[in-house]
């Protein structure tokens, strides 16, 4: 019987039904023989063939295509995990990035910066915009809060702030490694093609010529973890190894944390939070 084969896919789309409440969706309670949305409901609400659906839980009819994941995840109201894992079940993979602007990070996420008081920290969307960080990051690297939003993207400060230009010893090699990775963390985000990066590259290059030139290099590169070395006014010149991180269920954050390279540099960073101790 083809309903005793290894379905995963099916087993979950049925579990997923069967919990679903009929009243939810304004549809009449009435006798019903089993608990949740009949296969028809759920074909109607996912915009396909009621035999389809019935064949898929079966499994029957071969693989689906994103197109029907994407339906049925709507029609059964699936959360973005929940979808992700009948693209796993249904075609071995994740389904493609979507780009989500992000405006912030909650309370939780900043929290956890706020505990690394001498690893300055700071949670960065896809485009580079810092949308969190932490009070060492303030000090060490800029003072986000008093810059407007907008001012907060890493590339804009990088190419056209004299002053952050000045903080970052080797410029030169940094600036190439921070375009390549900006290209790759928007690829996988499925941002590439979005209005929004188009414009912020299209600005980037008439404010930098030297950003126009590495953009056209077209290099990718992973952020991955390494050693920035870091010119500060008071503190002078600290070696800073780096380590980036996703955070989990939330793909278009990334978040960098900085540890001083030696116990000098360790003794030079906390002489400096101490200094600027509010």
Same mark, same amino acid.
């Given at each position: 019987m083809v309903d005793d084969a290894p379905n995963?896919?099916?087993?979950?789309?049925?579990?997923?039904?069967?919990?679903?409440?009929?009243?939810?969706?304004?549809?009449?309670?009435?006798?019903?023989?089993?608990?949740?949305?009949?296969?028809?409901?759920?074909?109607?609400?996912?915009?396909?063939?009621?035999?389809?659906?019935?064949?898929?839980?079966?499994?029957?009819?071969?693989?689906?295509?994103?197109?029907?994941?994407?339906?049925?995840?709507?029609?059964?109201?699936?959360?973005?995990? !929940?979808?992700?894992?009948?693209?796993?079940?249904?075609?071995?993979?994740?389904?493609?990035?979507?780009?989500?602007?992000?405006?912030?990070?909650?309370?939780?996420?900043?929290?956890?910066?706020?505990?690394?008081?001498? +690893?300055?920290?700071?949670?960065?969307?896809?485009?580079?915009?810092?949308?969190?960080?932490?009070?060492?990051?303030?000090?060490?690297?800029?003072?986000?809060a008093k810059l407007p939003r907008e001012g907060?993207?890493?590339?804009?400060?990088?190419?056209?702030?004299?002053?952050?230009?000045?903080?970052?010893?080797?410029?030169?090699?940094?600036?190439?490694?921070?375009?390549?990775?900006?290209?790759?963390?928007?690829?996988?985000?499925?941002? +590439?093609?979005?209005a929004e990066v188009t414009k912020l590259v299209?600005?980037?290059?008439?404010?930098?010529?030297?950003?126009?030139?590495?953009?056209?290099?077209?290099?990718?590169?992973?952020?991955? !973890?390494?050693?920035?070395?870091?010119?500060?006014?008071?503190?002078?010149?600290?070696?800073?190894?780096?380590?980036?991180?996703?955070?989990?269920?939330?793909?278009?954050?990334?978040?960098?944390?900085?540890?001083?390279?030696?116990? !000098?540099?360790?003794?030079?960073?906390?002489?400096?939070?101490?200094?600027?101790?509010?």
């Open positions: 995963p896919l099916g087993t979950y789309l049925r579990d997923r039904r069967t919990r679903l409440a009929p009243a939810a969706f304004g549809l009449a309670v009435g006798r019903r023989r089993t608990p949740g949305l009949r296969r028809e409901e759920v074909a109607s609400r996912a915009n396909i063939s009621p035999t389809w659906y019935t064949w898929l839980e079966q499994g029957r009819g071969g693989a689906p295509s994103p197109d029907v994941l994407d339906r049925i995840a709507r029609g059964l109201m699936l959360t973005e995990p !929940e979808r992700e894992h009948i693209y796993m079940l249904g075609l071995g993979r994740p389904p493609e990035a979507r780009y989500q602007p992000v405006d912030g990070i909650t309370p939780r996420l900043q929290r956890v910066l706020d505990g690394m008081a001498l +690893s300055p920290a700071i949670v960065k969307t896809a485009m580079w915009d810092v949308v969190g960080w932490n009070r060492a990051a303030a000090v060490l690297l800029t003072d986000y907060r993207n890493i590339l804009r400060l990088m190419f056209g702030s004299d002053r952050i230009r000045a903080r970052n010893a080797d410029f030169d090699s940094i600036a190439r490694f921070v375009v390549g990775a900006f290209r790759a963390d928007v690829a996988r985000a499925g941002a +590439s093609m979005s299209a600005e980037l290059s008439r404010l930098s010529p030297e950003f126009a030139a590495l953009w056209q290099d077209n290099e990718v590169v992973s952020h991955g !973890e390494g050693v920035k070395r870091i010119y500060h006014p008071d503190a002078g010149l600290l070696a800073m190894e780096y380590s980036s991180f996703a955070v989990e269920g939330r793909p278009e954050l990334g978040m960098i944390i900085y540890n001083p390279a030696s116990a !000098e540099d360790a003794e030079r960073l906390r002489v400096l939070l101490d200094q600027r101790r509010d």
